[in-house]
């Protein structure tokens, strides 16, 4: 008898454990979508997918830069003349000038990442501006670059992120191929497979040359690189920089793409 109601309160505990790991993952999952789903357009408006009428990509990276990784990159990406973008982390620009002045060459784009990756979900304004407006003054002192695109860490925002983003002159860049996990090292076949999946006209590449600002083995990263400019070539897809692609989605809309100022009263 004490074994079955032993037993009991063992699978009663058991049920318990259950409900409370599947309410979290069930609240992770939530928190996902509202706060890191690149398509979720609930706190203000950010670009992915743009509308074009052309056979037109682009390639973005994250994190970096991160020497010798990013230097190799674009060092490819020069010699078969694919511009890319760059959202970069401020305190790894503060470290690798030399690298972000290699990117800014040849018509590449460098936007801002914040300066230490920081997750701004949750964040105060003043912590917000201060990620944003130091690494952008960092780029602008190693470049000479105004950046005006702006990738959140984690693609993570809620209203007071895209608020201030969009008052301190930014477009709001996510990604519209789902993120091919570079970051954990799979081999360069499989990042590009899961690249060259989800390709359409318009779309927004997300790769990574960093680790969160800081050193990381991104040697995958650069051979897939090269298997993913091959393949979508092969296709008759051309190259463009974030700023370009935005201009010819709204060409194809025949409107006018807004100014950075057309920002600060944005809600």
């Known amino acids: 008898m004490r074994q079955t109601v032993g037993s009991a309160r063992a699978r009663g505990r058991w049920s318990v454990i259950a409900i409370v790991v599947l309410a979290l993952a069930a609240l992770l999952a939530a928190s996902w979508y509202f706060f890191e789903n690149p398509s ?5 408006h950010t670009v992915t997918l743009v509308p074009v009428h052309q056979k037109v990509v682009a390639l973005t990276y994250d994190d ?3 020497p010798p990784y ?8 020069h ?8 959202f970069v982390v401020g305190k790894a620009v503060a470290k690798y000038p030399d690298a972000v002045r ?9 936007g801002n990442h914040t300066w230490d990756h920081a997750h701004l979900v949750l964040e105060s304004r003043r912590h917000i501006q201060r990620e944003l407006n130091d690494t952008a003054a960092e780029i ?4 000479g670059v105004q950046t005006h695109i702006f990738r959140p860490p984690f693609g993570g925002r809620d209203f007071t992120v895209i608020r201030v983003a969009h008052q ?17 090292g799979p081999r360069p076949r499989v990042i590009a497979a899961r690249v060259l999946r989800y390709v359409r006209d318009g779309s927004i590449i997300a790769l990574h040359d960093g680790n969160r600002g800081q050193a990381g083995n991104r040697a995958n990263t650069v051979a897939a690189t090269k298997l993913i400019v091959e393949a979508l070539r092969a296709r008759g897809y051309t190259f463009v920089t974030v700023p370009d692609l935005i201009r010819l989605g709204y060409s194809a809309q025949k409107v006018t793409p807004p100014g950075p100022t057309e920002y600060e009263n944005a809600r």
């Open 40 to 44: 979720n357009q609930t706190f203000g």
């Open 64 to 66: 970096g830069p991160n």
């Open 70 to 77: 990013t230097n190799e990159i674009v060092n490819y990406l």
């Open 79 to 86: 010699a078969v003349k694919a511009p890319a973008t760059f």
């Open 102 to 110: 290699l990117e800014a060459r040849d018509g590449n784009a460098i």
């Open 140 to 143: 602008a002192l190693v470049t």
């Open 168 to 184: 301190l002159g930014y477009q709001v860049i996510m990604w519209s191929v789902p993120l091919p996990r570079d970051w954990a």
